[in-house]
T-cell receptor, first 114, second 113 residues
């Protein structure tokens, strides 16, 4: 596809359940970001990949959050033992270069933990 | 990392020019200024990016004074469909050579008929 694709678009999880969110970036894009957006707030940075290397994971809120991009393209954000405070929209973005290049965002995955 | 400050909300009427100012007092030498637009239930969409002076594209203009401590996004002749949240970002380079965009709370623009 032409844009960043995220799946699923919506996910309802019971508290304590593990979830996996997928991001298909634009082909050839080197950089990939994950953001978390709570209702009414701006996106909060979670983690950054350059190709397959996770160079920054300073925004991951706890060790229950794990992200990978094993072949430098598709990325998965995994949340273990989900809690209600994990409910948010998870946005993935990719960009062609590294510094100061336009980032293209997907539509996000809305996670609701019940 | 540089933090941005912008008005929480603005109202405008169709056909008017809208200017949204953002302050970024601690911007670093290598950092660019980028603006994104976000509609409900969608991811942010890139509008414009600049380093200094003035940048113009088909949808907006970006004015950056010489000291680069602020910037102004200008939307000419807004329409109802421009109602959205607008984010001013400073691309923050980290000491490890990576970078991240730090979003603030954004400006909620409401365009009235």
């Amino acid at each position: 596809g032409a844009g960043v694709s995220q799946s699923p678009r919506y996910k309802v999880a019971k508290r304590g359940q593990d979830v996996a969110l997928r991001c298909d970036p634009i082909s050839g894009h080197v950089s990939l970001f994950w953001y978390q957006q709570a209702l009414g707030q701006g996106p909060e940075f979670l983690t950054y990949f350059q190709n397959e290397a996770q160079l920054d994971k300073s925004g991951l809120p706890s060790d229950r959050f794990f992200a990978e991009r094993p072949e430098g393209s598709v990325s998965t954000l995994k949340i273990q033992r989900t809690q209600q405070e994990d409910s948010a929209v998870y946005l993935c973005a990719s960009s062609l270069g590294t510094l100061n290049t336009e980032a293209f965002f997907g539509q996000g995955t809305r996670l609701t933990v019940v | 990392l540089a933090k941005t400050t912008q008005p929480i909300s603005m109202d405008s009427y169709e056909g008017q020019e809208v200017n949204i100012t953002c302050s970024h007092n601690n911007i670093a030498t290598n950092d660019y200024i980028t603006w994104y637009q976000q509609f409900p239930s969608q991811g942010p969409r890139f509008i414009i990016q600049g380093y200094k002076t003035k940048v113009t594209n088909e949808v907006a203009s970006l004015f950056i004074p010489a000291d680069r401590k602020s910037s102004t996004l200008s939307l000419p002749r807004v329409s109802l469909s421009d109602t959205a949240v607008y984010y001013c970002l400073v691309g923050a380079s980290t000491t490890s050579g990576t970078y991240k965009y730090i979003f603030g709370t954004g400006t909620r623009l409401k365009v009235l008929a």
